[in-house]
């Protein structure tokens, strides 16, 4: 038992690591392939994306462990 958290926690940590990375270059790359006079325009999009799918992606996850596909046991 001891095992699986720990090795739950390294993956947690890493991928919390990965998405940071991950999102600078997402956003690196949105802006050199966006027009100069549009990047205001597409960041806003972008970022509106984001906000919209945090309470989405919430309700989703209460879904899951609503139904029991999703239990603290893995």
């Known amino acids: 038992m001891k095992l699986m958290i720990g090795g739950k926690v390294v993956t947690t940590v890493a991928l919390g ?3 940071g ?3 600078v270059r997402i956003v690196a790359w949105l802006q050199a392939r966006t027009p100069e006079d ?8 972008a970022m509106m994306g ?3 799918m945090s309470p989405l ?3 989703l ?6 139904v ?5 046991e893995g």
């Open 17 to 19: 690591l990965a998405i």
């Open 21 to 23: 990375f991950v999102n």
């Open 50 to 52: 984001g906000v919209i």
């Open 38 to 45: 549009k990047v205001g325009r597409v960041m806003s999009l």
């Open 68 to 72: 029991g596909a999703a239990t603290p």
């Open 61 to 66: 996850a209460g879904l899951l462990v609503d």
């Open 57 to 59: 992606s919430l309700a």
